[in-house]
């Protein structure tokens, strides 16, 4: 099994230890993950953007860069939402159509390619799971509250098998935090005030550590937690799960 | 009347529509259609249900049920107000409660199908001030495919009534008696 | 003037922004409840999708099978290509009757063709009498919701209101009161009404009847005292049969209100003996949407209001922020096509988080339509041009792997070198009035991958623990 890890362009400059930590969760998950290089970004900002058409070359070396892998992992559900979903846009050669299927998201790996559901070891705390909207509605890794009551997901799986670890009940389960790409700034008083009221819930609620596998959510949260100076610990969900797996 | 407009619209809908597609059919989907359920979720809608053992007592559960009323309309006993098609607003305003055979019950929302045969005048079941349906039990179905399925046809005008007009237009605060019946009852027999 | 801008001044009022927001989530909360409680509620989104696509794929002939149904009913059935016909149709049935107090229930189309205004202007008194949309035309406002018009005033709002308008005392605000202020008021409109307009759910090529669904009775009320009725419809109103409506009015209030069902599903198919009833059909804009085929499933909205409530933007912006007829998730993928320019903000008014279209009663892909606008918008030029030239720049940057790699060290250098109060100054930096800015490592991941030892070969299986 040929594994590439993809570390989005924010996560690359801003979040380093997150990439660290999803290749040695994946190590020690007995995949021996390759950083291919040459890699910059999805495109999704400029598509977002509505740009669509000046992220085709962005797509075409992305494509190029992952397309020798049987997977492509990277610990943003977005991302990859975007690889599977708009790279419809390329002509369907053989390459785009495997790349497009090649791409998971860290914990939809874990949970789906290796099969993991459970892992052995603690994490004492108690946890606020965010729900990133392109992970759970896009790549259906949770349950939907407009589809369902009953929640579930991949990464709330693997959380919960964890000693000692305590899922924070939110009042509103899967709300968007608001970041969404350019619109942080392009709408950044709404944006903020989504990510605020997805932070109180979490305050309210008892949160001691605020998670997620998608780090630009996480990105959003963090500088609104920091700003208020509350005490909530943001972690992407590869570095819990790597400081807690021998 | 412009049929430049017409022939304009059908033609532009008729470039722009896209391939055929198919008519989905709609199963039956079955559900409960019990006098319980019906029960409760007229309650749940702030309508109310009175079961009679038999027509027979329609007269004094009416008399019981609403004692003050004073302008009666309906079909089914001889009340106060004779009412037809023809019959003046100035008078249908006046009607205190209006008793109507009402032909389906919906146990999954509570809806009872009023044809405009049933309803003396088209404007009384929403103009009196209470509103009585008298329903057979035995023509509750479970849902509204059923209902519709047994409809032989709309007539005129007729309507599902599912309890007594509301409103939450102000903050959401709900509030029943809008424009129309300030109560409903459904009376089963 | 841009959705955001519209969106911050919503949000000056931080308290009643929180209040907006609970109380619409409150209504998503009990849409939730109602959907949960039907086993087959995801398989009736399906058939209500399916049959309005078959719908729509035959569209000019069910208008045609209406329109020969409703004439051999007896209705008068007219054709309106924009908003100005359509007034002027009812203008002139309303004149033809010598009348001049009209009654109104909700109907978004009219509200789309500014017909009111329209009435006015030529001497007609037009009543709305709807609760909620009567409150609106007291205080001369738009709604702010397709189902919930006056959803943005609070009780005191609507008391202030009623006292300058109905008399009611200052400073009452009860509801219930301030409801059954209303009730009286209206009755003496709907007695005195001469011709009453209504707005369509669905019109049923079948029979040539039109069904109207609400929970006042005020559609059935101002229909049935008047000598006219006139029913206003879109082009996409059209569902085929009669049974059709086992799906529709099932899914209908539930995903707009939480309710079962709306209290009078209301079917009107002849006028009574005397009387008239007039059905006007109306296009403006519909059959062009048709034609574009990323976004011609908009066309099956059945106007419940479900994407608004659930929409986390609407909640925190308000229905007028969309500066549409129709707000929300579906008015911005409905207002380009009727004027790209003026509305070229609204598909950007979204984290794209797709919560509309898993609510939608009828599939619509919302939050795809919201993405593909924005290529559409971008490709006219219709995106400010500042955003346009730093994606092309990105673009260029981000296809290439060594100038991304200089870049991303300069910033993250920049970032930390730079004091905060110039990083996170409002003016320049939009992330950082309400956020901080990641802090800046020293080395990126690909500085840190460079130096590991890298493996000499890729392990052949992964190991994965029992």
Not at chain 1, 130 to 151: F, K
Not at chain 2, 117 to 145: E, F, S, Y
Not at chain 3, 131 to 151: C, M, N, T, Y
Not at chain 3, 215 to 237: F, P, S, T
């Amino acid at each position: 099994m040929k594994v590439a890890l993809f570390v989005p362009c924010y996560i690359d400059q801003f979040y380093p230890q997150v990439g660290i930590a999803t290749l040695q969760l994946l190590e020690k998950l007995g995949v021996q993950a390759h950083f291919p290089a040459q890699q910059t970004c999805c495109g999704q900002p400029l598509a977002n953007s509505g740009c669509e058409r000046d992220a085709l070359p962005i797509y075409k070396h992305f494509v190029d860069t992952f397309s020798d892998y049987d997977y492509v992992v990277a610990p943003s559900g977005s991302c990859v939402y975007h690889v599977r979903k708009h790279f419809d846009k390329l002509d369907q050669t053989a390459d785009v159509q495997h790349v497009r299927g090649a791409a998971y998201d860290l914990i939809d790996f874990i949970s789906t390619v290796l099969k993991v559901e459970s892992l052995p070891g603690a994490f004492p705390h108690k946890v606020g799971l965010h729900l990133s909207c392109h992970g759970q509605r896009g790549l259906h890794q949770a349950n939907e509250s407009e589809m369902t009551p009953v929640r579930d997901g991949q990464l709330s799986r693997l959380l919960r098998s964890l000693d000692g670890l305590e899922l924070t009940q939110l009042n509103r389960n899967d709300e968007c935090c608001g970041f969404g790409g350019t619109f942080c700034v392009s709408e950044a008083g709404i944006s903020a005030r989504m990510g605020q009221d997805r932070v109180a819930d979490h305050v309210r609620n008892g949160t001691q550590v605020l998670t997620g596998s998608d780090m630009s959510c996480l990105m959003h949260l963090e500088g609104i937690v920091r700003r208020a100076r509350l005490p909530i610990k943001v972690m992407h969900a590869a570095e819990i799960l790597n400081g807690v797996v021998a | 009347m412009s049929t430049a407009s017409r022939d304009r619209i059908l033609d532009a809908a008729r470039a722009n529509k896209p391939a055929e597609l198919p008519l989905p059919t709609v199963p039956d989907f079955g559900g409960e259609a019990t006098i319980e359920r019906f029960t409760t979720v007229l309650a749940g809608i702030g309508g109310t249900v009175v079961r009679m053992s038999g027509l027979a007592e329609l007269v004094p559960t009416l008399q019981q049920l609403f004692p003050e009323a004073r302008a009666t309309a309906s079909p089914l006993f001889a009340a106060s107000v004779p009412i037809n098609a023809q019959t003046p607003t100035g008078i249908l305003a006046a009607i205190d409660l209006a008793v109507l055979p009402g032909e389906i019950g919906v146990a999954e929302n509570g809806a009872v199908w009023l044809p405009e045969a049933n309803m003396m005048n088209r404007a009384l079941p929403t103009i009196t001030q209470h509103l009585a349906l008298v329903l057979d039990q035995r023509r509750i179905v479970a849902t509204m495919h059923q209902a519709y399925a047994q409809l032989p046809n709309t007539g005129g005008y007729g309507k599902f009534v599912a309890g007594p007009s509301k409103t939450a237009d102000i903050e959401q605060s709900l509030v029943i008696g809008a424009h129309g019946a300030r109560s409903l009852v459904v009376l089963l027999y | 003037m841009s959705h955001a801008i519209r969106a911050d001044k919503f949000l000056l009022d931080a308290d009643r922004t929180t209040w907006h927001d609970e109380t619409l989530w409150f209504v998503r909360e009990k849409r939730d409840r109602a959907a949960y409680g039907v086993p087959e509620f995801q398989e009736l989104r399906e058939l209500a999708s399916g049959i309005k696509n078959h719908t729509l794929s035959r569209l000019d002939l069910y208008l045609q099978e209406f329109e020969a149904a409703a004439q051999a009913n007896g209705v008068h059935v007219h054709w309106a290509a924009d908003a100005a016909e359509h007034n002027a149709i009812i203008l002139d049935i309303i004149q033809q009757q010598g009348a001049t107090r009209i009654v109104k229930s909700k109907s978004m189309l009219t509200e789309e063709c500014h017909l009111n205004p329209y009435l006015i202007k030529h001497g007609i008194e037009v009543v709305d009498t709807d609760l909620g949309e009567r409150i609106i035309q007291f205080r001369d406002e738009p709604p702010s919701h397709i189902v919930l018009p006056a959803i943005h005033l609070k009780k005191e709002d609507v008391g202030d209101t009623f006292h300058t308008h109905l008399g009611t005392e200052k400073g009452e605000s009860d509801p219930q009161r301030l409801t059954e202020a209303a009730r009286q008021h209206l009755r003496g409109k709907f007695i005195a009404g001469e011709v009453a307009i209504s707005g369509v759910n669905f019109a049923i090529a079948e029979t040539g009847g039109v069904v109207v669904c609400t929970n006042e009775g005020n559609a059935d009320l101002g229909v049935n005292l008047a000598a006219v009725h006139i029913a206003c419809m879109g082009i996409e109103k059209i569902i085929p049969r009669l049974t059709d409506l086992g799906v529709f009015t099932r899914l209908l209030a539930r995903s707009a209100t939480g309710q079962p069902v709306t209290t009078y599903t209301s079917h009107f198919t002849k006028p009574v003996a005397g009387k008239e009833m007039h059905i006007v059909i109306v296009d403006n804009g519909r059959t062009q949407q048709l034609g574009r085929p990323d976004f011609r499933a908009s066309l099956k909205c059945i106007r419940c209001g479900a994407c608004m409530n659930t929409c986390p933007v609407y909640r925190r912006s308000g229905g007028h922020s969309y500066d549409f007829t129709v707000p929300g998730p579906i008015g911005a993928i409905l207002s380009p096509n009727i004027d790209m320019k003026k509305h070229a903000s609204l598909p950007f008014a979204s984290t794209l988080c797709g919560s509309c279209t898993d609510v939608c009663p009828v599939k619509i892909d919302i939050h795809t339509q919201l993405y593909k606008w924005r290529q559409v918008l971008g490709e006219a030029n219709e995106i400010p041009a500042a955003k346009k030239w730093s994606m092309k720049f990105m673009g260029r940057v981000l296809a290439s792997t060594r100038v991304y790699g200089l870049g991303g060290q300069f910033a993250r250098k920049a970032l930390r070198l730079l004091p905060h109060g110039l990083t996170h100054a409002p003016s320049m930096n939009a992330w950082a009035v309400a956020r901080e800015l990641p802090e800046a490592p020293r080395q990126s991941f690909r500085e840190w991958y460079a130096k590991q030892p890298q493996p000499a070969t890729q392990l052949p299986n992964p190991k994965v623990p029992a």
